[in-house]
Antibody, heavy 121, light 110 residues
Framework: QITLKESGPALVEPTQTLTLTCTFS??????????VAWIRQPPGKALEWLAL???????RYNPSLRSRLTVTKDASRNEVVLSMANMAPVDTATYYC?????????????WGQGTVVTVSS | QSVLTQPPSVSGAPGQRVTISCTGN?????????VHWHQQLPGSAPRLLIY???KRPSGVPARFSGSKSATSASLAITGLQAEDEADYYC??????????FGGGTKLTVL
C-alpha cells in the first residue's frame, strides 16, 4: 500500500525559504520509472503543479516558479524534499506530494494528506 | 490560468446524470497524452477517480466514467448522490509542463 505524508512548518515569514519533506512508503525511488510530484492549492483556488523528481534524479519544475524551487530525493530514507525560496503571502496554500508513475499513465495516483503553510509576519 | 479548461461549476439533482468537460491543446490532450480525473471532497486531499481516460481505480463506483477524444475529455457521473458533491479536477501530461491541471469544477447536488 502506497502512502505519502508531508511535513514542515505551518508558518513562514515573508522572504524566508520554505522546506517541506514528503515521507513515503509502499514504493522506492530507486525503482525505474517512479517519481514524486509536489502540488499546492491556495485557499479556495485550484491545484497547481510545482515540481517533480524522478528515480534517476531528473528534476522538473513549473516554469513560473523555477527560479525559487529545488527538489531533491533521498531514496534510502524514502524522502523527497522541496525548497521554495523568497516566500510571500501569495504562497499561502496547502502543499501536497503525490506518487507519479512516469513509466505508465503519469497519473497522480496516490496523494498525501497535505500540509497547510501560511506566510505571514 | 490553468492549462486545461473546465467549467467552474455544474449541478444536478439526485439520481440525474452530469458531465464535466476538460479541454486541452496540441501540447497535452491533443498530443495523445492520457487524461486523469481527481475528486476533492470538502476539506480533504484530492483522490484519483479516473485514470488513463476511462479506467477506474479499485473502490471507485461504476457511476463514474471517463472519455477522451482529441483535445477534449469528459467525466460523467450517473445516479448522482449527495456524497458526490465535491470539486473535480482533470490532469494530464504536457510537453512543456510535466503535470497540468484543469481549473476545477464544483459539483453541486441540488
Amino acid at each position: 500500500q502506497i502512502t505519502l505524508k508531508e511535513s514542515g512548518p505551518a508558518l513562514v515569514e515573508p522572504t524566508q525559504t520554505l522546506t517541506l519533506t514528503c515521507t513515503f512508503s509502499g514504493f522506492s525511488l530507486d525503482t525505474s520509472g517512479l517519481g514524486v510530484a509536489w502540488i499546492r492549492q491556495p485557499p479556495g483556488k485550484a491545484l497547481e503543479w510545482l515540481a517533480l523528481i524522478l528515480w534517476d534524479d531528473d528534476a522538473r519544475y513549473n516554469p513560473s516558479l523555477r527560479s525559487r524551487l529545488t527538489v531533491t530525493k533521498d531514496a534510502s530514507r524514502n524522502e523527497v524534499v522541496l525548497s521554495m525560496a523568497n516566500m510571500a503571502p501569495v504562497d499561502t496554500a496547502t502543499y501536497y506530494c503525490s506518487h507519479y508513475p512516469s513509466y505508465s499513465t503519469r497519473a497522480l495516483d496516490f496523494w498525501g494528506q497535505g500540509t497547510v503553510v501560511t506566510v505571514s509576519s | 490560468q490553468s492549462v486545461l479548461t473546465q467549467p467552474p461549476s455544474v449541478s444536478g439533482a439526485p439520481g440525474q446524470r452530469v458531465t464535466i468537460s476538460c479541454t486541452g491543446n496540441s501540447s497535452n490532450l491533443g498530443a495523445g497524452y492520457d487524461v486523469h480525473w481527481h475528486q476533492q471532497l470538502p476539506g480533504s486531499a484530492p483522490r484519483l477517480l479516473i485514470y488513463a481516460n476511462i479506467k477506474r481505480p479499485s473502490g471507485v463506483p461504476a457511476r463514474f466514467s471517463g472519455s477522451k477524444s482529441a483535445t477534449s475529455a469528459s467525466l460523467a457521473i450517473t445516479g448522482l448522490q449527495a456524497e458526490d458533491e465535491a470539486d473535480y479536477y482533470c490532469q494530464s501530461y504536457d510537453t512543456r509542463l510535466s503535470v497540468v491541471f484543469g481549473g476545477g469544477t464544483k459539483l453541486t447536488v441540488l
